[in-house]
Structures are given as structure tokens and as C-alpha cells.
């Protein structure tokens, strides 16, 4: 398993990176139902900043962002699903104590810290292209007043106007 696959199943829902309760059961290699179960007798262990159940918008919402098949109809799922954060995820390793989720749990640890590291230069790179941006506005007003200059310097210097009628003597 490698963590792009492990990647591949993280979504930002509320603002969390999570992991559905099926992807995560297929990473442990156990049952949907039965890490739900193990999540239902361990309430202390998974407060809501580590696994929460979606709402059933947020399901539409996913639903149509992972391609998956629809609800209805014969199969599928009767309840809403779970989602895990990152401690969640680990959490439910500890739950399930099998070898196979205390193995896949460091893929999926490794997998949310590599996304954070991603997400943290992607917002270091927006700050510093608004620094540039900031920096060419400014440069904009001193090339618009230079090229400004340059035409008044390029355009012909007005002749003086020559009255018409007669010049009367002062003296």
C-alpha cells in the first residue's frame, strides 16, 4: 500500500481532512459494519473532532464529488456514514486491534501529515504571489506616471499663437 492510495480516500469535509468509514475499514481490512460497531461501544474514544456522521447533504455533496454509486435501490448503505480525522483514524486502529490496522494505521498517519505539508506551501505560496502581486500594482502607478512623462517629453512643444490684427506700438 502506498500513501498516494492512502491519499487518494482523504476529503475535506467541514473544513477536516476525513476519511469515510468504508475507506477506512477497506485500509484496516475489516468490515464497514464492524469498525462502526467498535466506534458505537467506544463513544468516549471518538469524540466529534475525531470521527462525526455526515449529514445528508454533505453525503450528496461527497457522493458527487467521488463518482460513487447512488443510494437508492436494492443494496447500499441504510445509514448515514461516518467520517475520521486524522486521530480518529488512529484511534480506530487501537479500537480494532488488528495487526493489519496498527500496520495500516502509520500509512494513513503518514498520508494526513504529507496533505498538511502540501496544503502549508500551497498557503505559503499564496502569500507570497499576493506579496508580488502587491509589489507589480505598485510597480503599475510608477510605469503608468513614467510612460506619462515620456509622452508630455515626446509631444511637440506648442507654437505660441500668433494674434491676428495689428501690433500696436509701446513705446
Not at 480516500?9 to 467541514?14: A, C, E, G, M, S
Not at 447500499?76 to 486502529?93: C, D, K, N, S, W
Not at 494505521?105 to 504571489?129: C, D, H, P, T, W
Not at 503608468?144 to 494674434?163: D, I, N, S, T, Y
Request: aromatic share 6%.
Amino acid at each position: 500500500m502506498s500513501i498516494n492510495a492512502v491519499e487518494n480516500v482523504i476529503h475535506t469535509i467541514r473544513e477536516q481532512r476525513v476519511i469515510l468509514d468504508a475507506d477506512l475499514a477497506r485500509l484496516y481490512g475489516t468490515t464497514t459494519k464492524a469498525l462502526n460497531q467498535a466506534v458505537k461501544r467506544n463513544p468516549e474514544r471518538f469524540p466529534e473532532d475525531f470521527a462525526f456522521v455526515l449529514t445528508g447533504q454533505e453525503v450528496t455533496v461527497l457522493r458527487s464529488q467521488i463518482v460513487t454509486a447512488n443510494s437508492t435501490g436494492r443494496g447500499g448503505r441504510r445509514t448515514l456514514p461516518y467520517v475520521f480525522t486524522e486521530h480518529g483514524a488512529i484511534m480506530a486502529a487501537n479500537v480494532l486491534n488488528s495487526p493489519r490496522a496498527v500496520e495500516m494505521s502509520v500509512y494513513v498517519v503518514r498520508a494526513f501529515i504529507r496533505m498538511r505539508e502540501v496544503i502549508g506551501q500551497s498557503k505559503e505560496l499564496a502569500a507570497r504571489l499576493g506579496a508580488v502581486e502587491k509589489r507589480l500594482a505598485e510597480h503599475d502607478d510608477s510605469i503608468k506616471a513614467l510612460v506619462q512623462a515620456v509622452r508630455a517629453l515626446m509631444a511637440p512643444p506648442e507654437k505660441p499663437k500668433r494674434r491676428i490684427g495689428f501690433k500696436k506700438d509701446e513705446s
